[in-house]
């Protein structure tokens, strides 16, 4: 059975960090891109950030120089490292699985979704 189980959110307070992770069951990552997308109330559903299979990031601008993406097969997991949140990083955070054909990740459908985890900044 095919399944990503995000983990990590929870509360926070501006300036502070969490880490997310994206653990994949059922197939192995290293052929596939993983993207994060983030959905805050009343707004439509963010792609944050992806790492292709070889490891290459991206960042969507309003993350850039505060989020880092990174994978580690051998665990089967990929993770995000958020710093510097701000209030407007409160969100749901969801990770996502495509295989990696190459080409532009960021015109691809994902495939697999994790059922998100709860991201809340707020003092």
């Known amino acids: 059975q095919v399944e990503l189980a995000e983990s990590g959110g929870g509360l926070v307070q501006p300036g502070g960090s969490l880490r997310l992770s994206c653990a994949a069951s059922?197939?192995?990552?290293?052929?596939?891109?993983i993207g994060w997308f983030r959905k805050a109330a009343g707004k439509e559903r963010e792609g944050v950030s992806h790492?292709?299979?070889?490891?290459?990031?991206y960042y969507v601008d309003s993350v850039k120089g505060r989020f880092i993406i990174f994978r580690d097969n051998t665990k089967n997991t990929v993770y995000l490292q958020m710093n510097s949140l701000k209030s407007e990083d409160t969100a749901v955070y969801y990770c996502?699985?495509?295989?990696?054909?190459?080409?532009?990740?960021?015109?691809?459908?994902?495939?697999?979704w994790g059922q998100g985890t709860q991201v809340t900044v707020s003092s």
């Open positions: 790492i292709s299979r070889s490891g290459s990031p």
């Open positions: 059922g197939f192995s990552l290293d052929y596939y891109a």
């Open positions: 996502a699985a495509v295989e990696d054909l190459g080409g532009d990740l960021l015109k691809y459908d994902y495939s697999y």
